[in-house]
């Protein structure tokens, strides 16, 4: 109902097809269970190459926070890894989803918030020598281990000289994803030592989305390009190993399970006190500024998954901008064997971005799709937004009156370590909508945000 008055008052404003905001229709879903989804995640071979577990423990320390309590070896290693056994029996570490979401968050892991700590600037110098001295060791001492690593090693070998952001924080998993397609065979998934695919110079950064999100939204990723079943995208990181179809089509059998389980999946609460009546004031200015396009909260909430077209948002072009120009991903998903079967999943590319649901915006910050706002405030306050930040990365600590990451901007900006918003790709422009609030209005707006 919310939806439709909202396509009728965006109808009323705007008459161009693409200047109107797009309602996204809901596609049928897997049902599954949670339980099993969440164990499948966190101790699960949905990779099935890796580091054999008797040269990682030589290479690795030992990780004795144990954040996910789990038992025997997964017990000792870091919680974005799962111990498991390779098809020729040998134990081997994998990285898991939880690599890019989870993060450690005043002192506990917070799974499904998206990991903004992460170093994807030092890529081309990525551990090789060590991956080469294993390797090396490896194929001379033992064959077997050699065979679990290599598709991992193969891969790694490909995408990761590829992945290098300009500053650390922002992610770099779209670029991983379309390396790895562009070294696979559409049909059979098959390994591809030449890439069959035109791969693009460009490196997009992008922020990680919350997973707690995806139980309201009808389409996945920042510009709603994932469209029908959705598990088949949440094991989408297979292909980083995947040897053949019936590897992968055993792994999907389990995703049911992993998208019950990212759906049960609550936001964190603000911790700190809230002031009732400030809040109360924000929520009105919301729900007149801002819930057309972001919903309502609460037990009565509702949510219209809209698309926002780039001649409204006007945020940085070149997430959305990268599908129009290499249609080459797009065409190979779509005839891919994602696209097939029983649950068959599709790219619908649009010029634009979705306009998320807020819940837990507090503890998701840098905010928009690339991360280029560090805080609520600025996001609200466009003239306020740092050309040049930096944040501490050592000692990441967060700013609970302006929401976001305590910050600091520089005159210069250095490369790895300041969010240089003049690069392409990085720019925090766009999104004004906040921008007409009064100082005490905008108190007001985040006072409530903090409550969603
Ligand atoms: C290397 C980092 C990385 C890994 C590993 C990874 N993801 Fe993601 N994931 C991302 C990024 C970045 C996005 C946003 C991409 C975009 O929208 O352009 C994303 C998007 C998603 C979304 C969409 C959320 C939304 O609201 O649209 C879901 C759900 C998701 N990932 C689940 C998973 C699962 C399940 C795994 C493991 C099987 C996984 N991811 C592994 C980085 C990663
Ligand atoms: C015309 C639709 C529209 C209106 C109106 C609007 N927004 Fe947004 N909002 C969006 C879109 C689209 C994005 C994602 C843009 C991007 O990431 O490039 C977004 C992003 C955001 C984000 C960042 C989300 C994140 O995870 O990084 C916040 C916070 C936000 N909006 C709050 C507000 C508030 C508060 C208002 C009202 C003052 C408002 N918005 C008004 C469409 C809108």
Redesign the pocket.
Known sequence: MLSVLISLAFTNILNNENKL?IHIPPSVQRNGDSVKGYNYLTTGDYLKSGIPYSYYKIFAPKDYNNYLNRTGKNSLVPYDFNVVIAPNKIEVVVPTCLQCHAQVFDGKLCIGLGNTLQDFSRMSDANNPIKNLMSNIMQTFSPKSYAAALPIFTSFDATLPKMQTEVRGVNAADRLATVLVAHRDPQTLVWQQQPILNIPEEVIPT?V??WWLLKKKNAMF?NGFGRGDFGKFLMLSNILTVKDTSEATEVNSHFGDVLAYIKSINPPKYPKPIDDNLSAKGKT??VN??S???GTYGSNGSYPN???PAS??K??SM?YKGNQQNPQFIEWFNKSWFAQGDYPAQLQPFD?????P?DG?WV????????S?PN?ET??NSKNRPKYWKRNFKNPSYDYENIGWIYQTVEKPERRTTYNTTLPGYSNS??T??DK?TDAERKA?IEY?KTL
Request: hydrophobic residues 50%.
């Open positions: 905001p922020d989305p919350a920042y200015i919301f500024n801002c057309k396009c972001h809209l698309l926002i409204i948002i945020t940085d997430l634009g971005y979705i306009a998320p807020l915006i998701t910050a840098p905010y928009l799709h690339n991360g706002v609520l996001l609200l766009g999104h909508f906040g609030l707006v945000l």
